[in-house]
């Protein structure tokens, strides 16, 4: 496993690439609503990240064909947007895009929840969310990497959420993907040790029910075993000396 160390004027760049990736999120949770396509979304998404000089990361990605990943209620990750597909009160939706700015990545997910929802489903989302802070709690040189995938383990499992196992976080830099893959659940090892430099997307994928995960034919969409509801949460973060900087967060978001 070769992790990437990214240099000041790279991490600069990662930066820019975060802050832009933070707005593209922000702007399009504003927007999401039940009642539009999941097409819709994607059309959006692609128009904001063009907007600030940037690609869409996504599009073309191993012939993914849009900016944007969809993933509605029971389908996990890699939902791919649809103009047949009208988004609706009682969804729950995780948006996943990501941006190229000057060659350097940012990738990012949030899920969103529209309208009514069962207090399971919302704590579901508010779980998933809560497990990437304390996961990143131990995103800092001198740690190992997985103390952060034993920390979102540890911070689920009393749930009784599925974790899924199939996916997992990654290295990003000029590339979307780069060593290290980042589980989110316990290893039997400590894995690499963590320097100042490196740049990792972290992303709980996390299911109500089993963590067991089928592919549809469409060769992208990747939904619960059991169909129940899935939600998902994802930065790109800079790991230092002191504390992680989440670079795809403006700060005192969510
Ligand atoms: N953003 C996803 C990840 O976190 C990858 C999406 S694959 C794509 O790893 F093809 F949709 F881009
Ligand atoms: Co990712």
């Not at 399009?28 to 940037?54: F, P, W």
């Not at 089993?210 to 939600?231: I, N, Q």
Request: net charge negative.
């Amino acid at each position: 496993m070769a992790i990437i160390i990214k240099n000041a004027e790279e991490i600069e760049l990662m930066r820019e690439a975060g802050r832009i990736l933070a707005k593209v999120h922000e702007e399009l949770g504003n927007q999401v609503h039940a009642g539009m396509s999941t097409k819709d979304v994607d059309r959006i998404c692609e128009e904001l990240i063009r907007s600030y000089g940037c690609e869409p990361s996504f599009l073309g990605y191993e012939g993914y064909p849009a900016s944007v990943c969809v993933s509605v209620n029971e389908e996990v990750v890699h939902g791919i947007p649809s103009d047949k597909r009208i988004l609706k009160e009682g969804d729950i939706v995780s948006l996943d895009t990501g941006v190229i700015y000057m060659g350097y990545q940012s990738d990012a997910a949030r899920t969103h929840i529209l309208g009514e929802v069962p207090e399971s489903v919302k704590k579901l989302v508010r779980i998933t969310e809560e497990s990437f802070f304390e996961g990143i709690k131990y995103a800092k040189a001198g740690n190992h990497l997985y103390d952060i995938s034993a920390a979102i383990d540890s911070y689920i499992k009393p749930h009784g959420f599925g974790i899924v196992r199939q996916l997992t976080g990654h290295g990003i830099g000029k590339d979307m993907h780069e060593d290290p893959y980042i589980p989110n659940y316990r290893k039997l090892t400590r894995g690499p040790k963590l320097e100042a430099g490196m740049t990792l997307a972290i992303e709980p994928m996390v299911n109500l029910g089993t963590w067991k995960v089928d592919w549809m034919d469409d060769g992208w969409t990747v939904v619960t075993a059991d169909r129940k509801y899935s939600a998902h949460y994802e930065n790109t973060v800079l790991v230092t000396d002191g504390e992680p900087e989440i670079l795809s967060l403006i700060s005192g978001d969510k």
